[in-house]
């Protein structure tokens, strides 16, 4: 007889156990609560979906995690049916036990091979099954955690007795059935049309689905991160880290692309019809917490620990440099004395200052240090509202794109000079001077940290957006140590950071600059990808002046202008993907991009296109303040032509005929796409501040004529087509077929 249940000594030789027995599994890790039960949560991407037997993985896995709950999925995947109750009330049964952290038994039965397959649900006396999509943490699992108080707990999954899988009892699986059949019928309810207007609002509460399918859209209109276009170790350092905090991968791709920025930024150079650099403007929109700094600093431990050695070298050179400064004024003055005699002593250069990355700095102060660094450097403030403010924005009389310090970052983004003359100090020259710029910033003031002129001088162009979808991370307390990936970092980061030092092993100074900026090293891309980038770039060219024949509005500023930023964005993607795959394959310094890169540079780009596109809308006022006052205007629209306007008190009459039909059964037509009930159109026009009357023709709808009209002007008015979702309403809806990437704009 062989028993289920691993004892070894770690997780990871329990786990290995577990899989050589044909068993798979993930790893979990449980997330406790302010008050009662907290959650367990898997760490792998894709849930229980990604349990494997590959022992391969399972090392990747526990090695990263060394103390993960091993997680067993339920269901066809494994065989399994686990019933959970109360520790007070036991199954008299010989079948694989154990009890859980949550003061529970749990039986482990064989998974019944025909008939309805059991999901996952809840039985009477507080016990759970878990079948089909579902999974559970098996012995010898353990945790510690720390409470709200402070207090160190820990607990342990105990086995109760082994051996074989046996069947479930048949008891047990008619209470599953039954269970089953009560939730398959209470999701099939049909109120019948013909029952009163008073068991509609039930029907209502019971059937939620038309708000849920709404949210799935908007979510699934922010496309996830094309994981299949990164490198294998890329892609599991992603998802991995991602999974421990419980974010969106996007979060730490957006950490990886950082890091190139911040190594190679503009060292290298894409050798193509348009020579871009690894520069990227990329801001995250999400809330604070979303776990960016965390996973910021994680990716950039390697870079941390080059600047350390950077810092003490330039100390070193600035004492060498002030001891040559003080025999140097020496030199000089007696120079002067003798009547500039011979040759004149040589001013020592001062050492330029080497980093990679600023966080508070001022853009004077910018300046220097990107004339001290000519591969550029990233600005990467926790917030962006740092960054944005310091140019100005957040004042009354902001001056917009048109403040000094925000104009010389417009040229940055390109390569532009820095001609600073300072009187108290020295001047600062340098032809060449690149920033990178990556930061949070919270949904609510992104739209207000952008002001109109951006839109239309190309500031707000120039960055990348990523959206991130509603998620809640680990908390900080209980956030799982990173250490299991340390070494994958490394391996990604560090030939990054050789890469960069060979070309500033060139750097040069002459006398009259602080630093002579060196020519970046050319990186060639085959004729293929070439093409397949200007194939793309011209499809985005083409949905930017189609739109701009169908919409005049300007709302995010001149499609065209927007198509030449986001074509220049592409090759930056395509040098920094290839960065990182050159980096995983130990291919730096790096030979040419192949086409295949490219490809999934694009693939890539388009997701991160449609992330700027939300966020485009967010910045032009797109917001659900103002969606509500377009629905409001919208049905004012709609309504206006069916108001008696002779009196002071306008009012709609419910059984005025028009067209053979009462208004309130025409004004149902148009408002409702389901033909709406009297009720609902009377809640309606409630809201628009009419009030219901009974008269002896029947029912009427009044509203004062000074209200009404200030209704109308409390929205703006729209033009070219405000009421467009009301279709019978409208003849002007343009029908043409919309271009490939006409959601860009």
Known sequence: MMDFFAQKNTPLESALEYVRNGIKVFPAHYIPADHGKGQISPLAAGGHNAATTNEEQICAWWTAFPDALIAVPTGTATGILAITTPKTT????????????????????????????????????????????????????????????????????????????????????????????????????????????????????????????????????????????????????????AAALNVDPWVSFAAAIQCVSATIGASYMLDSMISAPAHLWLAIVGPSGSCKSALSRFFSKPIEEMQKLHDKMYINSMNEYKETMLIYEEEYKAWIKSGREGKKPTEPTKPAYKTYFVDDITPETLQVVLAENPGGVCWSPDELTKLLGSFGRYSKTGKGSNDPGKSALLSMYDGGSVRAKRMSRESVNADKCWISIYGTIQPEILCTAFCREDMFSGFLHRFSFIVLTEQTPVHEDFRPKLSGFVSQVESLISPLLCAHEIVAEQVATEEDKLVKNTEPRQISISREGEKLIRDYNQQIRMAAYNNKKIDDSRELGDPMTRANRLCGQLPRIVLILHCLECAENGTAPFPKISTETVSRAITIFKAMTRHGRKAWEMISGKTEEKQKKDDIFNLLTTVDPFVD??????????????????????????????????PALTKALEKLGFSSWRTNKGKVMRIKSEEYNNNFKKVPVRTGGAAQIYKKNTDFINTKTEPENEDVF
């Open 90 to 241: 036991p199954l008299n049964t010989k079948t694989p036990a154990f009890s859980n952290f949550f003061s529970e038994n749990c039986y482990i039965f064989q998974y019944p091979t025909g008939g309805e397959k059991p999901l996952c649900g809840d039985l009477d006396g507080g016990g759970k099954f878990r079948g089909e999509d579902g999974f559970i943490i098996v012995p010898p699992s353990s945790l510690t955690y720390k409470t709200a108080e402070n207090s160190e707990v820990s607990a342990c999954y105990s086995v109760i007795q082994d051996g074989e899988l046996l069947g479930a009892p048949a008891e047990l699986l008619e209470k599953i059935r039954i269970v089953a059949t009560v939730e398959k019928a209470e999701k099939e309810i049909v109120v019948p049309s013909g029952m009163p207007e008073i068991f509609r609002g039930i029907e209502k509460k019971q059937e939620p689905e038309p708000e849920q399918e709404e949210e799935e859209e908007q979510e699934n209109g922010l496309p996830e991160l094309p994981l299949e276009c990164l490198q294998p170790k890329l892609k599991n350092l992603v998802l991995g880290t």
């Open 645 to 678: 306007k002779s009196n002071d008190m306008y009012q709609i009459d419910y059984n005025a005929i028009q067209n053979g039909k009462k208004h309130s059964e025409l004004l149902r037509e148009q408002i409702f796409s389901n033909g709406g009930t009297v």
